[in-house]
């Protein structure tokens, strides 16, 4: 069993910073975490990409928070992590994590969410 658990979610002025944090609590061993990721949805909406980082380092960005947002993991410690600067509040939402889950070095991946934590940026 995977267990991501998310932090630092808030209440912010536009143009201010929030840094969320992921963790993956592992029951059992695995083989690999692959990709990680941070989403968000905003209510009546789809969840959507904000940023990817794969085991190796490389990073995608969501074209609006190219810039602004940055992405990094670490590996030995199961986490992921979101830096946000110069919030907007169209980046209100809530924001969850992902984890790409190989059990087994011949079983595909599963994916994991976070429950998801509030970001609220206020104009």
């Known amino acids: 069993q995977v267990q991501l658990v998310e932090s630092g979610g808030g209440l912010v002025q536009a143009g201010g910073s929030l840094r969320l944090s992921c963790t993956a609590s592992l029951s059992g061993s695995i083989f690999s975490i692959n990709d990680m990721g941070w989403y968000r949805q905003v209510l009546g909406k789809q969840r959507e990409l904000v940023a990817l980082i794969t085991r190796g380092g490389s990073t995608n960005y969501r074209e609006s928070v190219k810039g602004r947002f940055t992405i990094s993991r670490d590996n030995a410690k199961n986490t992921v992590s979101l830096q946000m600067n110069l919030l907007k509040p169209e980046d209100t939402g809530v924001y969850y994590c992902?984890?790409?889950?190989?059990?087994?070095?011949?079983?595909?991946?599963?994916?994991?969410w976070g429950q998801g934590t509030q970001v609220n940026v206020s104009s």
């Open positions: 992902s984890a790409d889950v190989q059990r087994r070095v011949w079983s595909a991946e599963q994916r994991y």
